[in-house]
């Protein structure tokens, strides 16, 4: 379908709302009838050739076979299509038949609707019409629509017809028809000031997607072919990868099966989808509706292809109850195998942030994948996605994750780049993962990035965001340059040595993406002194000290005695200053067992105060050893977190004391050895994993580290960890080392980092020469409009 015979059909249906639902719907509600009545018509007259066949067949198993129930084979078979209608009426007849009576008519609709098989009648559910219908009838513009959509001057067939005068009416395919969907959403939605909420693929992305799914193997085509869309929307992107395979006239033309599946969550989009499957004579049974990511339902299924593009910085926070039961994930396709630092394997979640589940739908399809030992050829997937599913997410989370998956198990064969304003309504820049578990030898192990975002041509008209579009040439170039897996630069204009436009690619290898988290940690200094003022702050648990505080000046020591006769004081103060706690923390504010173990530290600390006094230590080791001495003295036995909460109380960092030791290790023999092989280091290196040496013969200190400090940095999967730290870290920070027990690994994906050219600025001379002719020119021009030329 061309743009304008594309905007000639909107603008029609667009007129059939403004003339007939203007007084009756609020603009940005004439999809609830619009929508429907363009699928039913679309059933509608491909069945008017058919339909004296089918009340034929129809007589026969009620009168001449006495089925009480009708075979629905037969009927199919008579209507030449997987679904049929038994009502008396069409459309058109109805139209023809109608009275003045709006009741008459509306009760001859829903016979007509009540007619048809349960597939199309599960699609009129969907979209709620006989609810539109009835009050259509009761504000009587019922007829008018009727007529509008049994028009002979609108086409809203897969077939090419005639008007009335002779001109050729195009056809309407499954992709056109979502076009118009797409177009006719975008304006009903704006009309509510909404936003569409989809993103409609456009043609010639789904024509660069087939090409790169299915020219590398179409010598090499099973002979039953099953094509895969988690997130089908009105399922272009299937019928189209269909029509590419089959085409007689096209590249492949395959000869053998091919069936179709696919899940949609809105019931609009799914019911349009599913009456174009019934159309083309696919398996409507095949198309599912609900949420892809709640329920698994090809669980157990794997697909030979899989297309998607799936929404994108959408939540999925609604869906993680049935992803997750508290921290631990219960759905298969989201575990996975990965290994860490020291090679052991672990499960890990394949989990991205809850406000973006693009990466979800990459992993339902990358479960469905077929094995070698099920296909020879594997499983090949195109997944559209925007760039934060290249990079979003730290080494061992979710995002991460999921790529690092992907990667190490060699199943990402390339990533293409498309231009921002491709797509209908969004103008972000946006990627096509290529991915594969059957690569050919020379891909083994690369991955082939293809910066493909100047390679478009400009549309004369905008649709939506949309403002510009791949050629047939662009998509040959990318498909050229994929398939001979080229290394290719842009050529740079000598003058201002900027990049010309084109296309750009690079082969990596799959280690180039991956990183360790190396964490890097520095020694706790501290001192310590007892002062009233610092002892004070343990009367008051450190997340409710602003309404303790209060509570205690207002009320003194009944705090520890009649704390119950003032709670509704205290959460009365809360409630006016905004405090906002949550149960939890209102129910330990009002607990007099917080109260006095606050008291209990205060108290400890006074005691302590007293016989310390108010001396202060640059190095806590020596003061905590002074602290414990006089608690043996006293006869005390505090636990360590009541003695840590003192010493937090009274020490703070200071870069001048001394470091504080957290243990002494004595390392020698086997227990030196295996620790030496653990690290990958010689004993002279010890000190930069941690282990420093005391002075004494196998003695070592590990100093407690200072959280305030703690500093990351991400080392290439192909670098040393600890030439890295001596070259990169050491000579900054000469008392920093490495805690490799903490390290993760990560992948990210950055085109900017490999593509980017930085084009240098404009000399001082050059800047200095265009002011001085600005000037000149602006001189002449002043000039000119004062006539003094």
């Not at 202060?616 to 909460?645: H, I, M, Q, R, T």
Request: net charge negative; aromatic share 10%.
């Amino acid at each position: 379908m061309t743009q304008q015979v594309h905007n000639k059909l909107v603008s029609f249906i667009w007129s059939i709302a403004d003339d007939c639902l203007r007084d009756v719907y609020v603009r940005g509600k004439y999809r609830d009838v619009i929508l429907p009545m363009v699928v039913l018509r679309r059933l509608d007259a491909l069945l008017e050739p058919t339909k004296d066949a089918v009340m034929e067949e129809l007589a026969f198993q009620r009168d001449e076979a006495g089925f009480t129930e009708w075979d629905e084979g037969g009927l199919r078979e008579a209507s030449g299509y997987v679904f049929y209608n038994i009502s008396d009426f069409t459309l058109q007849k109805l139209h023809n038949t109608a009275t003045n009576s709006q009741q008459i008519l509306q009760a001859n609709f829903e016979d007509y609707l009540n007619g048809f098989s349960p597939n199309v009648k599960e699609i009129i559910d969907k979209f709620k019409l006989k609810s539109q219908i009835r009050h259509m009838a009761n504000k009587d513009v019922l007829l008018d629509v009727l007529e509008k959509f049994t028009s002979p001057h609108i086409n809203l067939t897969p077939f090419e017809k005639e008007d009335p005068d002779g001109r050729k009416l195009p056809a309407l395919s499954n992709l056109g028809m979502g076009y118009v969907f797409e177009e006719l959403i975008r304006k009903f939605n704006e009309e509510n000031n909404e936003e569409a909420g989809e993103h409609f693929t456009p043609r010639e992305v789904i024509e660069l997607m087939t090409h790169l799914v299915f020219e590398p193997i179409k010598d090499k085509l099973p002979p039953v072919m099953t094509i895969y869309d988690p997130a089908c929307g009105s399922g272009g992107m299937l019928t189209e990868a269909q029509n590419f395979i089959k085409d007689e006239a096209g590249l492949i033309r395959a000869t053998g099966d091919v069936y179709l599946y696919g899940k949609e969550i809105n019931d609009e989009t799914y019911a349009i989808c599913k009456s174009d499957m019934m159309i083309k004579g696919n398996n409507p049974e095949n198309i599912r509706v609900g949420s892809t990511l709640s329920t698994d339902e090809f669980a157990g299924t794997s697909f030979d292809f899989m297309l998607s593009n799936p929404p994108y910085g959408k939540s999925w926070s609604s869906e993680q109850k049935y992803i997750k039961d508290g921290k631990e994930v219960i759905d298969p396709r989201f575990k996975i195998q990965l290994r860490d630092y020291w090679g052991n394997e672990e499960e890990a979640d394949a989990i991205p942030r809850s406000s973006d589940g693009q990466l979800l739908f990459l992993m339902e399809m990358v479960n469905k994948m077929k094995p070698e030992h099920q296909s020879p050829s594997g499983s090949r997937i195109a997944s559209v996605h925007n760039g934060s599913s290249l990079f979003t997410g730290d080494a061992g989370g979710g995002e991460s994750n999921i790529r690092r998956y992907i990667i190490e198990n060699d199943l990402l064969e390339a990533i293409i780049q498309m231009p921002n304003n491709l797509f209908y309504n969004t103008g972000i820049t946006t990627y096509i993962w290529l991915l594969s578990n059957n690569k050919t030898k020379d891909r083994k192990g690369k991955v082939q990035l293809i910066d493909g975002g100047q390679l478009y041509r400009k549309l004369r008209k905008n649709l939506g965001n949309k403002n510009c579009e791949f050629s047939p040439e662009h998509i040959n170039e990318i498909l050229k340059n994929y398939t001979e897996m080229q290394s290719v630069s842009r050529k740079i204009d000598p003058e201002t040595n900027a990049e010309i436009e084109g296309l750009a690619s690079q082969v990596f290898d799959n280690e180039d993406f991956g990183y360790y988290k190396v964490t890097i940690e520095r020694p706790k200094r501290l001192k310590a002194q007892f002062t009233t003022e610092k002892i004070e702050e343990l009367r008051y648990d450190k997340q409710l000290k602003e309404p303790m505080q209060w509570a205690f000046n207002e009320f003194g020591d009944e705090v520890y005695t009649k704390l119950k006769e003032h709670e509704k004081e205290i959460l009365a103060w809360c409630e006016k200053n905004d405090l906002n706690l949550s149960s939890k923390n209102r129910k330990k504010l009002l607990s007099s067992k917080t109260w006095k173990k606050q008291k209990d530290l205060l108290e400890l600390a006074e005691t302590l105060h007293k016989v310390i006094g108010e001396k202060e230590y640059a190095d806590f080791n020596l003061f905590k050893k002074e602290v414990d001495a006089k608690l043996k003295e006293l006869k005390l036995k505090p636990g360590a977190s009541e003695k840590n909460a003192v010493f937090g109380a009274i020490s703070w960092y200071d870069a001048e004391a001394k470091k504080v030791i957290k243990k002494k290790l004595k390392l020698s023999g086997e227990k030196l050895s295996n620790l030496l092989a653990h690290l990958n280091c010689k004993e002279e290196d010890l000190a930069h994993f941690g282990y420093f040496p005391s002075g004494k013969p196998g003695e070592y200190f590990v100093y407690e580290t200072e959280s305030d400090l703690r500093d990351y940095e991400n080392v290439p999967l192909k670098d040393q960890i600890h030439q890295y730290f001596l070259e990169e870290v050491k000579p900054h920070v000469e008392e920093a080392w490495i805690d490799l027990d903490k390290t993760k690994i990560g992948y990210e994906i950055s085109f900017n980092k490999y593509f980017y050219r930085h084009t240098p600025l404009r000399s001082l001379d050059k800047v200095a020469q265009e002011i001085l002719e600005l000037e000149e020119k602006n001189e002449g021009l002043i000039m000119d409009i004062l006539n003094l030329a």
